[in-house]
């Protein structure tokens, strides 16, 4: 199956500062996913990016399907950013049947 | 519009007890699909679904059955729960909607249900 790595695994930030999140996967790929799960466990869509670039307010995200990367920007990180970031991609045999890579834990401090 | 329901929120079971967790989305989505988050590993597919009557398995789908009687409605069953099964689970529901160029699948998840095997 696909393997999904995410890197950094984990990551602090002051509040303001930018970050880059990364995503490989093994394979290739017709699109991928961002997802947030906030400090209280609730998972929310960020992005759905096979390719390209798409942006939504502070945070963007850019994947790079020939290469088999993507990668999510957060500009002047707030303390509400805090949580794990995931990417997932879908596996062979089914665009429902997603991929999660392990995510990367993100804590902004004030 | 709620969303994704799940319930109950917490649960703890003895080795060998049987229990359903229940979901339930009002989006009329037509995908459903549960998962397991264990620390460090993200999120593990168990079941899905493409629609009323209609599942199959996912990545660790042993130990636990699902059907799907209505498009609204997803539960999981554990057959007899065991301390492996201690986790956090996800159920969600997703669609796809293609437009020329660019599809979507709209993931949305419920609030999860914490379940300890002791």
């Known amino acids: 199956g696909i393997q999904v790595e995410q890197s950094p695994p984990d990551l602090i930030l002051q509040e303001g500062a930018n970050s880059t999140l990364r995503c490989n996967f093994s394979d290739s790929v017709n699109n991928l996913q961002w997802f947030h799960q906030n400090p209280w466990g609730q998972l929310i869509n960020l992005f759905y990016?096979?390719?390209g670039t798409k942006q939504n307010g502070r945070l963007s995200a850019t994947t790079v399907a020939t290469e088999r990367y993507s990668l999510l920007y957060i500009s002047s990180s707030q303390t509400t950013d805090s949580g794990v970031y995931f990417c997932a991609v879908p596996n062979r045999g089914g665009y429902n049947k997603l991929i999660f890579g392990a995510g990367t834990r993100l804590a902004v401090h004030p | 519009n709620a969303g994704v329901t799940q319930t109950p929120k917490f649960q703890v079971l003895k080795t060998g007890q049987s229990m359903t967790l229940q979901c339930a989305q009002d989006m009329n989505h037509e995908y459903m699909s549960w998962y397991r988050q264990d620390p460090g590993m993200g999120l593990r597919l168990i079941h899905y679904?493409?629609?009323?009557?209609?599942?199959d398995q996912g990545e660790v789908p042993n130990g636990y059955n699902v059907s799907r009687s209505t498009t609204e409605d997803f539960p999981l069953r554990l057959l007899s729960a065991a301390p492996s099964q201690t986790s956090v689970y996800f159920c969600?529901?997703?669609?796809?909607?293609?437009?020329?160029?660019?599809?979507?699948?709209?993931?949305?998840f419920g609030s999860g249900t914490r379940l300890t095997v002791v």
């Open positions: 679904s493409v629609g009323a009557g209609i599942t």
């Open positions: 969600a529901s997703s669609y796809q909607k293609i437009s020329p160029g660019q599809g979507h699948y709209g993931y949305t």
């Open positions: 990016i096979p390719s």
